[in-house]
């Protein structure tokens, strides 16, 4: 067995440092550093295979094998033992190459000869950028020590790369990685479609130099930088106090890896083989990485999330860098993002082209607040914050969930036609702004848009809405880290009736559970929270907060009209409980002197199907209903909204949901309740056609959906549509939505 001492790797790695500092081309470096190791490590063979593309490896350079097959010898990702070792990001140390299972025999390299073979990865946190191999004749079995110490050297490999070291002549170095053209199947937060450049809301920390030249300096500023790490993670503890269990729970595992003995050991092996602390770091946050990334325990591989957290906190303390790396905003950013908060995103505003996430859901706040800007938003976009680099090409496709870094040419061209098409439709929605949503028989439906921000008023006009169906007004609280002044809501409420002008607003009150907790409210645990302490049970049990904003809502529409409704009614109990508060609350007003509204309409949200079966004198009771598909749906199929997995299963158009909505728009009809539908639906064009069709007087949703479901409305015959519909379902159909989409194919 070949001893190696640490000495010998340090001496490599500074080795690999001078080669960086000396003039040449990548190819000439690559073809030196294969010459170092070879030497260094005593084998025979040293090979660089680098990503051609995300599948395919190229032999960059050799040291021992056949020089004229550089450039030539490509593999699959998971061919043969190198391929193997990209695929899983492991090593592979074998004395006997050719019985290994997966072996593939390449005659061009002149290969055959050796028999021993070690492959590492060349990886930068979980990026994958090629792998590094030594060979040679004697059949034996690499020593943990040599293993462990070419692990380093690839380390030291995947930073050069960071530094753009081999990216020279002709292309053909590391660095490559971050040139590729990747493409990102995600999920559809927000429709729309946009071209930006990446703006990473977590910039990565550049390590600038890999190798450390003194062992103990570098083992004393981890050591002090892990003290740092532990006191901040003890700061964040203690004011945690107010948060929810899950964020104590995040912490508490912070806690227990950042006072790991394992991970300080290992990272202290790496220093005495020759890296600096930080490359040490990353080497350990890239090594735990690849082993998570293939563990089929779901727990842990969520754990990922916290080391790359922590990792990086390390690597901020040990490098001074900060999250503020002093870029400037791009003129046309799309954020990336592990995920972000409500408060956060909309700091950065409409400024945003696009948003694209790694985790999120499409019910998040996050969501919501992409909606209420008209952001294109992707979520569950896997390893796009590793892939992505600050002011790459960047194209987000929300209709479709598609995200393209680094587009080739022509996918960017047939994107921007996109684009301009959209672009198109939308000026000739813009023509139909005065026009109303009158039907080839004569008959008009009301457009309202959905709100939930000051910034989302200018809208109004544009789109040509009606009024405001439905004012989200959580998210003032959500965006805050303290209940807001009942004066600052007055006033806001103020402004956005101002706004609003003669068109009506309806604002629904506090909607707060499920997936919209406030942070300053004391967390529930509740084993489902969609269906548990939510919108207006959590008002009439805590009457405090509700009556705060019957007031402010009562003072900032200062004598003019108001409509107000309240949230997930389940029971005619409940609303007149919620109503009978908003009526006390005008009296008192009244009573203080104070100007009340001229008129107040009051309504309910229909959100559970229990509503939809309540007495006449419920229907009568209400000024107007409001019929929140979103919820509904998910109550009347039993499938969370937040699911990604059922969310989808089952359609809106399905006779039985649709039967239903039938029978509430019969009865709001024979009491003279005003009625509209302002879930996500009624901004889905084919859905509103049909829910128009049906007897949906009025439907409200997001702006930028006024002009397809106005356009599509006018050139439809709602009675001939809504015969349609039901000869389909008399004839048995499960679904209606086939005979919609016909009718509307013919149109
Ligand atoms: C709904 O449930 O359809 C609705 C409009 O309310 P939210 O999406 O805010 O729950
Ligand atoms: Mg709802």
Redesign the pocket.
């Known amino acids: 067995m070949v001893e190696r001492s640490e000495s010998d790797s340090r001496s490599l790695l500074r080795r690999l440092r001078d080669t960086l500092a000396t003039p040449g081309g990548g190819q000439d470096r690559l073809d030196r550093i294969t010459h170092l190791i070879a030497d260094s490590m005593r084998t025979q063979v040293c090979s660089i295979y680098l990503f051609r593309d995300p599948e395919t490896l190229e032999l960059c350079a050799t040291e021992g094998l056949n020089p004229e097959s550089v450039h030539k010898t490509r593999m699959r990702l998971g061919e043969g033992l190198v391929g193997r070792v990209a695929r899983t990001g492991q090593p592979v140390n074998t004395g006997n190459a050719p019985s290994e299972p997966g072996f593939r025999y390449m005659p061009e390299t002149g290969e055959e000869i050796y028999s021993s073979f070690l492959g590492v990865p060349i990886q930068r946190v979980g990026e994958k950028l090629g792998v590094l191999v030594v060979q040679s004749r004697e059949a034996r079995e690499f020593s943990e020590d040599e293993v462990y110490g070419l692990e380093v050297v690839a380390m030291v490999l995947a930073e050069m790369t960071e530094l753009g070291a081999f990216i020279g002549d002709n292309n053909n170095g590391i660095g490559a990685a971050h040139r590729f053209t990747v493409m990102f199947r995600g999920t559809t937060g927000q429709e729309g479609a946009a071209e930006g450049r990446v703006w990473l809301h977590e910039p990565r920390v550049v390590v600038t130099n890999p190798v450390g030249d003194d062992p103990d300096a570098e083992l004393k500023r981890l050591e002090e930088a892990i003290q740092a790490l532990q006191a901040q993670i003890e700061d964040m503890l203690e004011g945690s106090a107010a948060m929810d269990k899950e964020h104590r729970q995040v912490l508490e595992t912070y806690k227990m890896l950042a006072h790991s003995r394992g991970w300080f050991r290992r990272m202290s092996e790496d220093i005495g083989l020759g890296l600096s602390a930080e490359a040490a770091v990353e080497k350990e946050q890239s090594t735990a990485r690849a082993r998570l990334e293939q563990s089929p325990d779901l727990y842990l591989r969520e754990r990922l999330n916290d080391l790359d957290d922590l990792s990086n906190r390390l690597l901020r303390l040990l490098t001074g860098q900060g999250k503020d790396t002093g870029a400037e905003l791009p003129p046309d950013p799309v954020l990336i993002a592990r995920n972000i908060g409500p408060a956060e995103l909309l700091e950065y505003g409409r400024a945003l082209r696009g948003v694209v996430l790694e985790e999120g859901s499409v ?1 998040s706040h996050a969501a ?1 607040v992409a909606r209420a800007l008209s952001i294109p938003l992707v979520i569950h976009a896997a390893r796009i914050t590793t892939e992505a680099l600050n002011g790459d090409l960047i194209l987000v496709d929300g209709d479709q969930g598609f995200v393209h870094l680094r587009p080739e040419e022509t996918v960017a061209a047939a994107f921007r036609d996109k684009i301009a098409m959209q672009a198109e439709a939308q000026k000739r929605y813009a023509d139909l702004r005065e026009q109303p949503a009158t039907d080839q028989s004569g008959q008009t439906i009301s457009l309202m848009m ?1 709100a939930g921000l000051m910034a989302d008023l200018p809208s109004l006009n544009g789109s040509g809405a009606d009024g405001v169906g ?1 004012f ?1 007004t959580e998210l003032q609280f959500l965006t805050r880290t303290r209940v807001p002044r009942r004066s600052e809501l007055a006033a806001l409420y103020k402004r956005v009736m101002d706004a609003a002008g003669d068109k009506r607003v309806h604002f ?1 009150t506090l ?1 707060i559970g ?1 997936d919209k907790v406030l942070p300053y409210m004391k967390p529930q645990d509740e084993p489902n929270p969609a269906m548990g302490w939510r919108a207006i049970r959590v008002g009439l049990d805590k009457p405090g907060v509700l009556r705060m904003q019957l007031q402010a809502l009562i003072r900032g529409a200062e004598g003019r009209p108001l409509s107000v409704m309240f ?1 997930f009614i389940a029971t005619p109990n409940e609303f007149h409980a919620a109503r009978d508060s908003l009526l006390r609350e005008m009296e008192r007003e009244s009573a203080l002197g104070r100007t009340v509204p001229c008129d107040l309409k009051i309504g309910a ?1 229909l ?1 559970t199907p229990s509503l939809g079966f309540a007495p006449e004198s419920f229907f009568k009771a209400c000024d107007f209903i ?7 749906k998910q109550f009347f199929f039993a499938a969370d909204r937040e699911n990604e997995r059922v969310r989808r299963r089952y359609d809106t158009l399905d006779a039985a949901f649709l039967t239903f909505i039938e029978q509430i728009i019969a009865r709001c009809a024979a009491n003279n309740t005003a009625l509209s539908f ?3 639906d009624a901004g889905r064009p084919v859905e509103a056609l049909a829910l128009a069709a049906l007897g949906v007087p009025t439907l409200s949703m997001r702006p930028a959906s006024i002009g397809p479901v106005k356009h599509l409305i006018r050139r439809a015959d709602l009675r001939e549509l809504r015969e349609i519909i039901v000869n389909a379902r008399d004839a048995g159909a499960q679904s209606l939505r086939p005979a919609v989409t016909a009718y509307l194919a013919n149109l």
Do not use: A, H, Q
């Open positions: 019910g919501i959905n439905l989200r629904r909607d499920s949230p949200m959100e409001s019929i929140g598909g979103n919820d509904l302002c879930g996500e």
